[in-house]
């Protein structure tokens, strides 16, 4: 019997808990499907997709460092995938290669569900300016904080991906140079690479308010950033787990039409990493 093939598509990507957890939503929901982990080399990602396709692949994830290249490879962009300018689902039916991005919801989702934390009315401080930020950005502004300020290390880039989503003059969004921050916020989110190589970023303690959120959408330590942030006196601390399961999840949804049950897996996760 041939079953429907997903996979999740990086490099490096062996790290990667994708294949787990949609094994633990297709369990759960009875679903007849494979998905795997394909390391594709960095000049040789749309060969691989086509490949994919050839093959009869249903639908796939894309990580780091593809997200920007399948924007570009896709047929079809959802709105959401198109305000991202960034990929990181993918639909295949017929050779047509549709895209979508989960990140921003996986984030809102983990965030006021697992967490608790309403968004709406919050003085969010999201730092990056890259692919992550943008993907995570257009959500954010949907659940109508009362200001979210983008920083950078190179302010240029802040300003330059805040400028495409000021849709009103009412917006929210705001940009500041990271070392010279001087207020405080509800809630900080580093959507920067530096967790990845265990590095500080320059941030001032100040930024995190009493009683503030820390949130680090990388997973599985506790990086420098919420060191400092625990010390600074934040008083929830979270990694990117819950974010990264929220976001399956909606792919899931996409591909296959159900909505998994995410508290189970997640608890399964976080045990094995405490």
């Known amino acids: 019997m041939k079953h429907d093939r997903y996979a999740v598509f990086g490099n490096p990507v062996a790290h990667s808990l994708s294949p787990r957890i949609h094994a633990a939503f297709a369990a759960q929901a009875e679903q007849d499907m494979t998905y795997e982990a394909i390391h594709a080399p960095r000049d040789g ?3 691989f997709l086509r490949r994919f396709v050839a093959e009869d692949g249903r639908g796939a994830n894309v990580t780091v460092p593809f997200k920007e290249e399948a924007f570009r490879l896709c047929d079809i962009l ?3 995938a198109r305000d991202a300018g960034a990929v990181n689902t993918l639909s295949l039916e017929e050779g047509v290669i549709q895209g979508d991005n989960t990140d921003g919801v996986g ?3 983990d965030i006021e569900h697992n967490l608790g934390w309403s968004l709406q009315g919050k003085r969010i401080l999201l730092i990056g300016a890259g692919g992550a930020a943008r ?3 257009p959500p954010l502004l949907g659940q109508r904080p009362a200001r979210l300020m983008l920083t950078n290390r190179t302010p240029e880039k802040a300003e330059i991906l805040a400028e495409e989503f000021v849709r009103a003059t009412d917006s929210p969004l705001t940009t ?6 001087s207020e405080s916020f509800d809630i ?3 959507a920067t690479s530096a967790s990845l190589a265990n590095a500080p970023i320059p941030l001032p303690n100040r930024v995190f308010a009493p009683d503030s959120l820390a949130y680090d959408i990388m997973y599985g330590r506790h990086t420098p950033f919420l060191e400092q942030a625990g010390k600074a006196g934040a008083s929830v601390l979270s990694d990117g787990l819950g974010m990264l399961v929220e976001q399956a999840a909606e792919s899931f949804y996409i591909w296959r039409g159900l909505r998994p049950v995410t508290r189970p897996v997640l608890e399964t996760l976080r045990a094995e990493y405490r």
């Open 45 to 47: 990602f749309a060969a």
């Open 78 to 80: 959802t709105p959401r």
């Open 107 to 109: 984030l809102v989702h």
């Open 135 to 137: 993907g995570v950005l």
């Open 176 to 181: 500041g140079a990271l070392e010279s921050l």
């Open 188 to 190: 900080v989110i580093n």
